[in-house]
Each structure stands twice: as structure tokens, then as C-alpha cells.
């Protein structure tokens, strides 16, 4: 057969078929193939633009999906309502792509009727394309961060401990916080995503409501961490007065026990007094009181913080606690009993003991009407307790020396100094185990010199040189030689 009558004879069936009023058709038409189904939704039979249109409308549909949100639920009990609960899954970032579809349908739309023909003919034209659901999860973490994170959360409170007016210990419960569980309520989110564009069968496929995923947050601050520091109760206190003493000693004694107060030892930590005797001076400093300098009392300065170092030993041994170094004053104090005094010498001497309870230890300090006292808060049996004693092993009485005054006449006399004893002291400490003494430990062995009586008299009084031997002069210290200064 030749080509040319081939090809009159195909023209000739055309034109047949277009006068018939198209009964014989190989693709004069944009209709897709009867079968056509784009991600679940059949518009196969359907002209290109009528199958886009309605794949538009489902999308949009699938799009405007709306998941409203409820207040979660803690602990039984329901959160705060929210004023904007309701977004569509379009605003929570889901994207429906059917983009190979459209292409396809677009592409079959505008290609020549001939093409058309021979794509059906050669049986070339794909007719099921699927949607892909994809989520922009950084757009969903904004959207629900703003709309809902402030409205689910609660900021957590961290447990508390306070000591009363009455010096009681009392605790107050952390509060549980809340904050929105994001990946939670993504994943219930995600599970009213399409399945197909076909899917929305009735009003109850369009609305959605979901409680509002929580996890709680606790603070680092709890009620079980607050009580294994140990904190139980008041252990001890023991005051001291220091109602005779000046402005100066007042002073020196009040800055040292506010320096002191609210000190909180660590098991095992070593407290040296040195730290709050520097620290006191460079808050407050320090006025001039009377200290001991050679074994007497003179002017200087700091006179009063050993009544604070003092009080804090006796509240020490009446914990139990290990006293790792601690000396007596040269010279009896008066606000404690003899051997239970704790002195302080820059340089020399420092008290020291170790916060050997097991647990953590607070110390605080009050002082009130010229009283002073020191409060130990911690951990102790309830059935242990300790107290002091003390034992005078020698006393040296003080000697009487005269010295002359011009100013007297022959008989008179005029006491200048009143002289004192000194003595030898042994302390003790009583271990006591439901009442019963349990332990009896020797704590030191404390020499205090003696303090002359100073008498003045006329210089022609015999008691004076009563052996005609001319009095020599006690040696003045050297400068710098005056050794440690207490003060007391």
C-alpha cells in the first residue's frame, strides 16, 4: 500500500468522525481517562480543568481541617480555658502534595489532540497518583508555642525551709510545674492527618479536639533534697552576757555575731573563726575595747569577739562536735565559767572545730539586751545529749605590789589594779544516752595567770622598799615583741 493512500484514507476517517458529531473521537477532548485517581479521588471521565478544580476544593477542605485544644489535666485537677484554642491543620504546618498529579493533569490538558489520541492509544498515560503529607515541624513548634505554651505551663516552685520565731524548722512542699509537651501533641495531631482526598465524609472529619499534652517539670529545689541536708531542728543554743561591757566592746561583739550568723557548714567542713573575724572587720570594722597583751588587760582594738568565739565553743560541746583546735585566754574571763572559754590571736591562735554530725549545720546568732546567743541547727539523736564540767586544780593567789605616788600623802593609798587569781582548770565533756552518762572525756587542761593587786603610795611608805633594795622596773616590751593580743 503506498503512503499517500494511507494517509488520505486516516484524514478521511477523521473527517468522518467529526461529521458524525464525534462518535469515533482519539482525542479532539481534555476528558482524562476513565479511571484517573489522584491521591484517593477518582476524576477519571472528567475534563482536565473540571478534575483540577475539584482536587483544589478537597485540598482546601483536607487543609481547613480544625483541631481545637483543652486544658490539660494535673493531678485531677483542670487548667485555665483558652481564649484562641482553634487551629486548622494548615496553620500547624501540614502540607498535602499532589504536585506530580497537577503536573500530569496540566500536561494531558495541554498537549495536542493528536498526543492525547496516541497517549491512550499507546496506553502511556499514568492514571494513579498518590499525596504525600508532610509537616513543617518548626512552623508547628511556633504556632503551638504561642497560641498554647504559656496557657499548659506553670512555672515549678522550689521547695522551701524556714526557721520560725519559735526556732522551729518548717518546710514548705516543691509545686510541680507544667510545660507543653510539643512532640506529644504533635503526634496526636499528626494522627487526623488525610488519609486520602476523598476522606472528609461529614462534619465530624473537619473538627477535632485534642487535651493539651503536659509534662511536669520539677524544680531542683525539693522537699526530699532540702531534708537529707539535715536541717531537722534546733540541737543546741547557749548565751552569754555581756551586760557590763562599753560602747566599744558592744560594738566589736555585735558585728562579730551578725558575721557569724546564717554560717552553714557542710559534713566534715572545718569552721575557722579567723573567716568571721576578717570578715566582721571588713563589713563593719572593728572599735577599741579593752584586750590582753602580755598578760594584761590594755586598750586596743577588737575587744569583745572572743565573747562571740566563746559562746560558739560551749554551743559546740554541747553538740558534740569535734573541736579540732581551740586555747583558753591568758587571763580569766567572766561570762563563762573557768575552762570554757575559747580565745582568738590573730596570727597565733584560731578556733577551729569539724562538723562532725553526718549532716549539714546551720548556725545562727541573736543578740538582744546585751546578750548574745548562739543557735545550732542540725542533726542529733533526740536521746543524746552533752553537757560541761569542769574541775579547779590549782589556784595561785595574786601578789601585792606597791608602787610610789607623789600625789598621796605618807598612809594613803589608792588601788590601782585589783589583783585576781590564776588557775589551773580542767574541763570535761558528758556524753549522756537516754539520761544515763555514757562518756566522761577529759577536753583540756587550761593554765590563767595571775593578776597583781597594784597599790599606790607615798613614795616615803616603807611597804614600798620594806628591805632597802630599790625597786627595778618590770622591762617594757621591745617594739614589736608585745606578743599575741587577746581579745576578750
Excluded at 55 to 60: N, P, V, Y
Excluded at 236 to 261: C, Y
Aim: glycine content about 8%.
Amino acid at each position: 500500500m503506498k503512503k499517500g493512500w494511507l494517509i488520505a484514507s486516516l484524514l478521511t476517517l477523521v473527517v468522518i468522525g467529526a461529521g458524525v458529531g464525534g462518535a469515533i473521537s482519539y482525542g479532539s477532548d481534555d476528558k482524562l481517562p476513565e479511571g484517573f485517581n489522584v491521591g484517593g479521588l477518582t476524576v477519571g471521565g472528567q475534563t482536565a480543568d473540571s478534575a483540577l478544580k475539584q482536587i483544589q476544593i478537597r485540598l482546601d477542605e483536607l487543609e481547613k481541617v480544625e483541631i481545637t485544644v483543652t486544658p490539660p489535666t494535673v493531678n485531677g485537677m483542670t487548667g485555665r480555658s483558652f481564649s484562641d484554642a482553634t487551629r486548622t491543620l494548615k496553620q500547624l504546618g501540614m502540607n498535602v502534595d499532589i504536585s506530580d498529579a497537577v503536573k500530569a493533569i496540566e500536561k494531558f490538558r495541554d498537549v495536542s489532540w493528536w498526543d492525547r489520541a496516541r497517549f491512550r492509544y499507546q496506553k502511556k498515560i499514568k492514571t494513579d497518583y498518590g499525596m504525600q503529607i508532610t509537616w513543617d515541624e518548626d512552623q508547628f513548634r511556633k504556632e503551638a508555642a504561642s497560641s498554647w505554651s504559656s496557657a499548659a505551663g506553670s512555672v515549678p516552685k522550689a521547695a522551701t525551709r524556714t526557721i520560725n520565731e519559735q526556732d522551729e524548722v518548717v518546710y514548705t512542699p516543691e509545686v510541680i510545674g507544667t510545660e507543653l509537651d510539643t512532640p506529644a501533641l504533635l503526634a496526636k495531631v499528626k494522627a487526623f492527618e488525610p488519609k486520602s482526598l476523598s476522606s472528609l465524609s461529614s462534619g465530624s472529619d473537619t473538627k477535632h479536639s485534642i487535651e493539651l499534652p503536659v509534662t511536669q517539670t520539677t524544680p531542683e529545689v525539693t522537699l526530699a533534697k532540702l531534708q537529707e541536708e539535715g536541717i531537722e531542728r534546733k540541737i543546741v543554743e547557749f548565751t552569754t552576757s555581756f551586760s557590763t561591757s562599753g560602747q566599744g566592746r558592744t560594738h566589736n561583739v555585735t558585728v562579730a555575731a551578725k558575721a557569724l550568723n546564717e554560717t552553714l557548714l557542710m559534713p566534715d567542713e572545718i569552721f575557722e573563726y579567723g573567716k568571721i573575724v576578717d570578715k566582721a572587720d571588713k563589713e563593719y570594722g572593728y572599735k577599741e575595747a579593752p584586750v590582753i597583751v602580755k598578760g594584761k588587760l590594755t586598750p586596743g582594738v577588737g575587744g569583745g569577739i572572743c565573747q562571740v568565739s566563746s559562746t560558739l565553743y560551749n554551743a559546740a560541746l554541747l553538740s558534740g562536735l569535734e573541736i579540732v583546735e581551740r586555747r583558753n585566754h591568758s587571763l580569766v574571763v567572766h561570762y563563762l565559767p573557768k575552762g570554757l572559754d575559747a580565745t582568738f590571736a590573730d596570727g597565733y591562735v584560731n578556733f577551729k572545730f569539724r562538723n562532725s554530725t553526718g549532716k549539714q549545720l546551720l548556725i545562727r546568732t541573736v543578740v538582744k539586751d546585751k546578750t548574745l546567743t548562739v543557735k545550732l541547727f542540725g542533726t542529733m539523736p533526740d536521746n543524746i545529749s552533752y553537757r560541761t564540767e569542769t574541775v579547779e586544780v590549782k589556784e595561785n593567789p595574786p601578789k601585792t605590789v606597791y608602787v610610789a605616788d607623789n600625789k598621796l600623802a605618807l598612809g594613803k593609798q589608792d588601788t590601782l589594779q585589783k589583783g585576781e587569781s590564776g588557775y589551773v582548770i580542767e574541763s570535761y565533756r558528758i556524753k549522756l544516752v537516754n539520761g544515763e552518762v555514757a562518756e566522761r572525756k577529759k577536753l583540756s587542761k587550761d593554765t590563767y595567770r595571775s593578776q597583781d593587786s597594784l597599790i599606790a603610795v607615798n613614795p616615803n611608805d616603807p611597804r614600798l622598799n620594806p628591805e632597802g633594795i630599790s625597786p627595778t622596773p618590770s622591762p617594757s616590751p621591745a617594739p614589736g615583741d608585745e606578743g599575741p593580743v587577746e581579745p576578750v
